[in-house]
């Protein structure tokens, strides 16, 4: 399974953007789809973004389209998720995730791989 950390995180005010990094080892990062959750205090993990292997495939749950892009550097083996437009709601640990051979989908338990999580906070 991939080795997934995640970085990028911190701090921010409404309307602010991040842009989170999650680097993967291994040499099988070109042949997993991604995805990125959320789980915000008090709250189940739930899906945020998506992308196939190839890059050409992407998606969005509702809350985060036209805000968040998920996209890929296959020769650094790193998923990004850029972050524009913050709401407080958006507060949460974001995860990355990894599904070796198969195509990207919403559901976290399709995912065998993840990483530790890096924090957002969004103040109002």
């Known amino acids: 399974q991939a080795q997934l950390v995640e970085s990028g995180g911190g701090l921010v005010q409404a309307g602010a953007s991040l842009r989170l990094s999650c680097a993967a080892s291994?040499?099988?990062?070109?042949?997993?789809?991604m995805g990125w959750f959320r789980q915000a205090p008090g709250k189940e993990r739930e899906f945020a973004a998506a992308?196939?292997?190839?890059?050409?495939?992407?998606y969005y749950t509702d809350s985060v389209k036209g805000r968040f892009t998920i996209s890929r550097d296959n020769a650094k083996n790193t998923v990004y998720l850029q972050m524009n437009s913050l709401k407080p709601e958006d507060t949460a640990v974001y995860y990355c995730a990894a599904r070796f051979g198969m195509p990207p989908t919403k559901n976290a338990q399709d995912f065998p791989s993840w990483g530790q999580g890096t924090q957002v906070t969004v103040s109002s």
């Open positions: 992308i196939s292997q190839s890059g050409d495939f992407t």
């Open positions: 291994g040499r099988t990062f070109s042949s997993c789809a």
